[in-house]
């Protein structure tokens, strides 16, 4: 299947990621220009080299999402380097608390991936907009997971920041559609090969696996006995509904939930 993406930029923020570096790779490999975005440099550099030696258009770029004034002048000055943004994929995240009850929790831990993540999301689509479907249809995506639509003891915080994030992502497809920019949020379930690919999720979910006296693996392999396929989506699947998403093949979808969670939520 021709995804015509070649010629176009994707702006992957959070790009030094399991995600962000999954879905880098996933658009070199279709032809896409791609601006590799985190706040640190070591493995954003390495994953730019890597693409770069197999052929791929990579650069990479540090910036903190949370710094609204930086932010907005690097995607200007990006913008003048490389034309236009087609895409851009906001997968930075932030460790946060999961598995602690009300009981455990102050409100500085429930408030922590509120006001990381939502900010994070507002300030990196504030800065791109303007660099946005001058000529082409362009997409932003947003990444949320089933906690946001499931009642999950401990992951009050977590939580109410997915069900933000949805919301974001419906209310932003409304704005920017008479702009020709489509906005779609990817929800995929705990990953299966994301902790063994340098993602904090593995830090995130030992906590809650040894909490009940298991490890990561076994604590994702029960994560997959409770979807309706008995499995977890793997990065490849994720970074490959990002391709698709992005393409022509997809040119209608916006303001849309894409679950690629296995079943674990019906949408």
């Known amino acids: ?86 895409v851009v994929v906001n997968a930075t995240s932030f460790m946060h608390d999961q598995g602690s009850n009300i009981d455990a929790l102050d409100v500085d831990a429930f408030m922590q991936p509120l006001t990381t993540f939502l900010p994070a999301l507002f ?20 990444l949320s997971t089933p906690a946001g639509r499931t009642a999950t003891a401990g992951h009050l915080g977590y939580s109410a920041t997915c069900a933000g994030i949805e919301a974001f992502t419906r209310v932003l497809a409304a704005e920017l559609g008479p702009r020709n920019i489509r906005v779609v949020c990817v929800a995929p379930h705990a990953i299966a090969d994301a902790p063994q690919n ?16 298991m ?14 396929l008995g499995e977890l989506p793997t990065l490849e699947e994720v970074a490959d509904a990002l391709v698709f998403l992005a393409s022509d093949r997809a040119k209608s979808v916006t303001s849309s939930y894409f679950n690629i969670s296995a079943g674990s939520v019906s949408d």
């Open 215 to 228: 490890s990561v693996e076994d604590w994702l392999a029960a994560a997959a006995g409770g979807t309706m």
């Open 1 to 86: 299947m021709d995804l015509r993406l070649n010629g176009k930029t994707a702006v992957v923020l959070g790009g030094s990621g399991a995600i962000g570096g999954a879905a880098a790779r996933a658009f070199v490999r279709e032809g896409a220009k791609v601006l590799l975005i985190a706040r640190g440099e070591a493995r954003l550099k390495a994953l730019a080299e890597r693409l770069q030696a197999q052929g791929g258009d990579a650069q990479h770029f540090t910036a903190d999402v949370l710094d609204a004034e930086n932010t907005t002048l690097l995607m200007q000055d990006l913008a003048k380097r490389f034309g236009e943004f087609s």
């Open 123 to 142: 300030n990196a689509t504030k800065a791109v907009l303007p660099h946005m479907a001058k000529g082409d249809q362009s997409t932003i995506f947003t």
């Open 198 to 213: 340098g993602s904090y999720t593995r830090e995130l979910f030992a906590a809650k696996a040894s909490a009940i006296g």
